[in-house]
């Protein structure tokens, strides 16, 4: 089969393989113990259910405006503006399947060969793959655990060229779990406009955080401009599943996106965009208690890692990841993933599967119970202590 020969640039998510690995595991009777993949181990709540079982029954079954519900729209303009402290309407909101096809979206429309996007690294695969794929060139942020996982703002500065078209960021960040504080924000956003390039800010962790209150780079002068907001309903209100996201962007960019969405899906579901609405116009007590008891789970993780010899875990300020050092035990990151599958039952992803900055490090997902990260980190150090 003869193939175009992007295909040869697009990368992937190791999470969906490694799940795979695990489930193979578990049909020959092993029993793994979950923290690879990136979800709320929780179900959507009843109220958002209760919406979407509603929409269905009432016949909202059909297809819709390529950009989403004008009710929905008009939801999430409200939310963001009131979150972010920008004046947004429903225009300047175009919903999708998944947050995720912002990224696709945005960098197809913004980048084309020879252009430049500043990505973080070790940050979600998809942005690098999704680059790569337009022809463009992927130029690594290194994000350093002597810097809590955050930007360099020098070396961030040595990386722009005038060819520097995007910047993506990412806070709360997966992998690392690390928040961006407001003065890189400020940082970021006067070189954007300094230098003319637009920002894609991926804030769909912006609602799990631990510490402080969340800073969005749109809110600086300058930037409502140039920037587009990803954000979504997958981590916030555990809609994974129901697939919806959405990006906030200036109005010139919307019509664009919007035929992005005409050509490949024609619309988000109808259905889903009422429990989204539902989500974001009911009570809001479910999403709160959800990051109470991340934030529990976090401390456990942490303290749990830490008392593992050749093991070290900075506490993470944001999102439900851990990105602990390993390089005490000796092993590659790719080693240990595999060791702790195979020896321990303990699906975890190699960080390099971020990038290459992530070497020596592992993700640990903590979107699982109590019970079963304690029992995670006690295999985990029983093998370690093996090696
Ligand atoms: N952005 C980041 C950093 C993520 O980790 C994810 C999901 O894992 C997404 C975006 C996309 O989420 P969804 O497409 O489910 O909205």
Redesign the pocket.
Known sequence: MKLATRMGRLGTETAFEVLAKARALEAQGKEVVHLEI?EPDFDTPRNIVDAGVAALQGGWTHYGPSAGLPELRAAIAKHISETRGVNYTADNVVVTP???PIMFYVIMAMAEEGDEVIYPNPG?PIYESMINFMGAKAVPIPLREERDFCFSIDEFRSLITPRTRLVII?SPQ?PTGSVLCKEDLQEIARLAVKHDFWVLA?E?YGHILYEGEHHSISAFPGMPERTII?D?F?KTYAM?GWRI?YGVMPLELVPHISRLMTNSNSCTASFTQRAALEALTGPQDDAYRMVAEFKRRRDVIVDGLNAIKGITCLRPKGAFYVFPNIKGTGKTSREIADYLLYEAGVATLSGTAFGAYGEGYLRLSYANSVENIQKALKRIEAAVARL
Request: aromatic share 8%; proline share 0%.
């Open positions: 990136g998944g947050g995720k979600f990412n997966n991926d769909i990803l979504g997958s994974t996201g």
